[in-house]
């Protein structure tokens, strides 16, 4: 069964930082392109990060840019998401996904498997 379950969400203060990891099991996560989507109650689901299976490009959100920080432990079939300097705006709950390419978030949003997502909330 393919499964991606995502954990390390939770509340934290403006300016502080979370961990995100995401463990897939049922497939090997090594072989596809691995992401983050984030989604606010009302708003489209966005795609803010993605890391390419082999070659390619690493793929950050305008907004989060500079402050997120995407990679992949195979050994662990896991892929993580640092979240720094984390402002009230990254507030949603953040989904793992996983698919063929990168692209750019549009691209995110056809991923065929999905975690079950993992909230943030930052606020003071």
């Known amino acids: 069964q393919v499964q991606l379950v995502e954990s390390g969400g939770g509340l934290v203060q403006p300016g502080g930082s979370l961990r995100l990891s995401c463990v897939a099991s049922?497939?090997?996560?090594?072989?596809?392109?691995a992401g983050w989507l984030r989604q606010v109650p009302g708003k489209e689901r966005e795609g803010i990060s993605c890391?390419?299976?082999?070659?390619?490009?690493?793929y950050y959100h305008d907004s989060v840019k500079g402050r997120f920080t995407i990679s992949r432990d195979n050994a662990k079939n896991t892929v993580y998401l640092q979240m720094n300097d984390l402002k009230p705006d990254d507030t949603a709950v953040y989904y793992c996904?996983?698919?063929?390419?990168?692209?750019?978030?549009?691209?995110?949003?056809?991923?065929?498997?999905w975690g079950q997502g993992t909230q943030v909330t930052v606020s003071s």
């Open positions: 890391i390419p299976s082999t070659d390619g490009s690493t």
């Open positions: 049922g497939f090997t996560l090594e072989h596809y392109a």
């Open positions: 996904a996983a698919g063929v390419l990168c692209g750019d978030s549009d691209t995110m949003k056809r991923f065929g498997s």
